[in-house]
C-alpha cells in the first residue's frame, strides 16, 4: 500500500502531517523509541545551543527574598519610609546605594526609585504590591551597578507608569524608558507588573535585559522591551502594546552583540513598527508567539535562527525577514497576513510547519536590505540577484498562499525535502515558482498551482522527475487534480484554493517511463507516460511547450521574453497599470506568456484574488 500524507490549510492553519503505511506491531515500537532517542537529541542540541547565547545566572532566578535579610521601603504617597539601612530618602526620591535586597511595597504618587551603587554590585529590587509614578522622569532609573535585578512577589500586583515629558540635564538624552538601566538588567518572579510608558519606550537595559519569569504588560508610546547588547527572554508571559518595536536590540557596532534569545513563555506583541528586532541574530527555541505589526513581524539585520515555537502573526509588511540568513529547524509557523512571508538573502528550511499568505511573494531569496511596501510604499532598498542567493529545503511541510510569486528566488531554488504546496498568483505577472539561476529538484513532495503567464519549472539537473499540467482553460478554486499510477494507485491528490491554468507536480513516486491517469474532479481527462524528468503535458495528456517561459536560459521567465528592453519590460507609469503587474512592469500585449496549446491557442488572463479569502487547501500524496 501506498505511503499517503494528507495536508489541510482550513482559515490558514495547517494541519501536522498524517503519515499512513502498513507495519508490525514491533516496527511501530522500535519507530517510536527511535523518534523519542531523536527527540532528546535535539531537544540537548537545542539547550546546548541556547547556553552558548545566553549564560544565565543564580540571581538571574527568583528565589525566597525574605531569606536574605531584606531592607523594606515603604511608599506612603509622596514619600517612604526605611526599615533597614543603605538607602537615601527625600521627598520623593529614593536612592538605592549599597549592594543588598529591598523590598518595595506601597503607592509613589510622584517620585523615583534610583540605583546609584558601586559598578561592582548587585542590587535586589523585589516589588511587593508596588504602585509608583513620576510625571517627569522613569520611576525606575538605575545608574549604576553591576547587575540590578526586579523581583515580582508572588501573587502580587505592581506597575510603573512615568508622564509624557521628563527634565533631563542639558545634553542628555537618558533616561528613556519607564524602567531604565545603564547596566545589567533581571527581570523575575512570579508577580504581575504592568509598564505604562508615556514618554518613550518600557523597559530599556543598556547592557544586557534578561527576562526570566512573571506576567509583564507594557503599553509604550515608543518601544516596549529593549536591550542594547542583549534581549534574553524565558518563562514569562508577555503583552507588549508599542507604537514602536515590540522586543528590540540595539547594538549595532559589536559584532557578538545586538542579539534578541528568546527560549521559552508566551508572547502578545502588537507593534507599530517590527514586532521583535535584532540587529545581529534573533534565536527563538520555543515559547508561543501572537505577533500584529505595522512592519516586519520577526526581523533581523542579520541572521534568524527557529529551532521551536509556535506564531500566529499578521503584518502590514514581512511576516519574517533577515538582511542575511534565515534558518527553520522546527515550530509551527502560521503567517496569516504578510506583504511578504519569509524574506532573506538565504533561506534555509530543515523542519516545521510553515503557512504563510501574502499579498505578494510568499518565500522571497533576494540580498540586500529590505525592499518590501509599508501600507504601499516600496521600501528604499532593493535587493539585487546573485547566485548566493539561494532558498534551500530539506524538510517540513509548508503550504503558501501567494498573490505574488510563490516561491521566488533571486538566484537558486534547491529542494532535497518535504513537502510545498503553493497556491501562486491568479495574475499572469507572477508565477508560482520564479528563480533566476537554477531549480534543483532531489527530493520531497512539490504542489504548485497557479496562473500559466509565468510559469516555470524545475531545471533539467533535478534528480526527482516532474510533470507540469497545462490547462486550456482556467481551473476554479476547489477543483481537485489527481494523478494515478498504472494500477489506480493515487500518486498526488490535490485541490488549489485558488482558480488556476497551471499546476507542477513532483513526487518521488513518479517514475520514467511509467503511465499514469490525470483526472479532474472524479472525471479522468488523460492517460501519458512520463518520458523525461521534467515534462509537460495538456490536460488531455499530450506533451507540450511553454510558450516564452520555463527555466532560465530557454527563454524562461527572468530570461529575455518577448517586449523586453535590454531584459526588461516596458515601464507602464504609475496610475496607468492595469491587473497582474509585478513592480511596474507590464507583460507588452500579446506576449502574455500563457502556455501555448497544440492548437496555438493561449490561456486567459485569470482573475485577481484575495488570498486570504482561501477557506481550504487539500493535498493527498
Known sequence: MKNKIFYKMTALLLSSALLMSCSSNAGTQSTANEAETENKEVNLNIKTMSQSLVEYQDDDYYTNWESQNPNYIKLNGSSAELEGTGVSIEEGTITITTPGTYVVSGSLSDGQIIVDADSKDTVRIVLNGAQISCSDNAPIYVVSSKKTIISLAENTENSVTDGSSYVLSDGSDEPNAAIYSKDDLTINGAGKLTVNSN??????????????????????VDDGLMGKDLVAVKDADLTIDAKGDGIKATNDTDADKGNVVLESGTYSVTAGSDGIQAEKNLSVFDGTYEISSTEDSIHSNGTINIYGGSFEIASDDDGIHADSTIDISGGTINI????????????NISNGNITLSASDDGI???????SSSVNGR??????????DNKLTITGGNIVVDAAGDG????????????????????????????????FEMNGGVLIAAGSSGMVQTPTD?????????????IQQAGTTVKILDGNGNTIVESTPSKSFQAILVSSPDLKIDAAYQLYSQDTKTADFTL??????????????????????????????KPGMQNGEMPVMPEGERPA???????????????????????????????????????ATV
Not at 538566484?411 to 533566476?436: A, C
Not at 493561449?602 to 482573475?607: L, P, R, V
Open 364 to 370: 522571497n531569496v533576494a540580498g540586500g536590505m529590505d
Open 407 to 438: 516561491l521566488d528566488a533571486n538566484g537558486s531554488i534547491y529542494m532535497e525535502g518535504g513537502t510545498v504546496i503553493v497556491n501562486g498568483p491568479t495574475n499572469n505577472g507572477n508565477g508560482s515558482l520564479d528563480y533566476d539561476q537554477t
Open 461 to 473: 539537473s533535478s534528480t526527482q522527475n516532474s510533470v507540469l499540467i497545462s490547462y486550456s482553460q
Open 580 to 618: 497582474g503587474f509585478k513592480g511596474d512592469r507590464q507583460m507588452p500585449e500579446g506576449t502574455s506568456g500563457a502556455t501555448q496549446q497544440t492548437d496555438g491557442t493561449s490561456g486567459a488572463t485569470q482573475e485577481t484574488e484575495n488570498p486570504g479569502d482561501a477557506e481550504e487547501t487539500e
Open 199 to 220: 514618554y518613550n519606550n518600557g523597559i530599556n537595559g543598556k547592557d544586557q535585559l534578561k527576562v526570566t519569569g512573571g506576567t509583564i504588560a507594557i503599553n509604550s
Open 336 to 347: 496569516q497576513k504578510s506583504y511578504e512571508g519569509i524574506e532573506s538573502a538565504l533561506i
Open 531 to 560: 518520458t523525461k524528468n521534467i515534462m509537460t503535458i495538456s490536460e488531455t495528456g499530450e506533451e507540450v511547450t511553454v510558450g516564452g517561459f520555463g527555466q532560465p536560459g530557454q527563454g524562461g521567465c527572468r530570461g529575455i
Open 378 to 387: 516600496p521600501g528604499q532598498n532593493s535587493f539585487s540577484e546573485t547566485s
